[in-house]
């Protein structure tokens, strides 16, 4: 065998390893969860783990999540998208002109807010926790909504985003027209910048509204009753409830195996629509940036 067959043949076996790893262990799981929403907890267990469930098994399923606590999951999915929408709308009327303000003009401690912008991206969210709770205690917001929103509402990494964006594939010719034109700096910005802007504002918001969906410690901390709970925290609830996990949980109240997948998969669907609608502006914002104007 030649050295460029015996290349080809290695790459090729790399590339078969490493597609193999990937349906181990993301797929395989992936595809049991889903099955295991159709099922009842007799046939999750002794029944084939990949053989489907029915229609009525998941919609057996269906009722009793829903049915949990008096509808406490709907409560839950609600506050989430309180939270998640709110921060969202917060991190974005803050976070965008924060980054072309870094990126497009001159001002007094611009390299310092900068760099402290940089350095809280590396710190991580949870050793933050500890003391934005001491400081909401003291202003009493701890409980409320408030408590959980302007934590998830700081969203540094957004700031960067936008930074790079206006930095690199803005025209600072057609800024500076505007300027000479008679535009204030609050017009150059909303009416030049950020209409062109529009990739790396969708980026920003499906970032920021993903990690404020899946925010567990935040919310675990800053919300003592469960019906402010967001639908991540719920989940504790459930599981506790399953006495598969929990034997003393055993009763009228308690969840079974498939109602627990299916509290999962219904967690998580509102960011797979997310993604879905915004699928091509999310690839739009990935490659901005990209080349300097």
Do not use: H
């Amino acid at each position: 065998m030649t050295s460029a067959g015996l290349r080809g043949w290695s790459g090729r076996t790399i590339v078969t390893v490493m597609v193999a790893v990937f349906v181990l262990f993301f797929a395989i799981p992936l595809v049991w969860l889903l099955l295991a929403t159709t099922k009842s907890a007799r046939g999750l267990i002794v029944g084939n783990p990949f053989a489907p469930g029915s229609l009525d098994g998941l919609s057996t399923n269906w009722s009793q999540l829903f049915a949990f606590q008096d509808g406490a999951v709907t409560t839950w999915m609600g506050n989430s998208a309180l939270y998640a929408l709110g921060a969202l709308i917060i991190t974005l009327v803050a976070g965008i002109p924060a980054g072309y303000a870094l990126a497009l003009t001159e001002f007094r401690f611009r390299r310092l807010l900068l760099v402290l912008t940089l350095v809280v991206m590396l710190i991580p969210n949870t050793a933050l926790v500890l003391p934005i709770f001491l400081e909401l205690n003291a202003v009493g917001l701890i409980g409320s909504p408030l408590s959980v929103i302007l934590p998830m509402s700081f969203f540094p990494f957004g700031v960067y985003l936008t930074y790079i964006y206006f930095s690199t594939s803005i025209p600072r010719d057609l800024l500076a027209a505007a300027r000479i034109d008679g535009c204030r700096e609050f017009e150059v910005f909303t009416k030049i910048a950020l209409p062109l802007a529009a990739p790396i504002v969708a980026l920003v918001a499906f970032f920021s509204f993903v990690q404020n969906w899946n925010n567990f410690f935040l919310p675990f901390v800053m919300l003592p009753s469960s019906d402010g709970y967001p639908v991540q925290v719920g989940l504790t609830s459930l599981l506790a409830s399953t006495p598969a996990f929990n034997p003393s949980s055993a009763g009228a109240q308690s969840v079974q195996l498939p109602t627990l997948a299916l509290a999962t998969v219904v967690s998580v669907l509102p960011v797979l629509i997310v993604f879905l609608v915004s699928q091509r502006f999310l690839v739009a914002g990935m490659t901005a940036g990209g080349t300097k104007e």
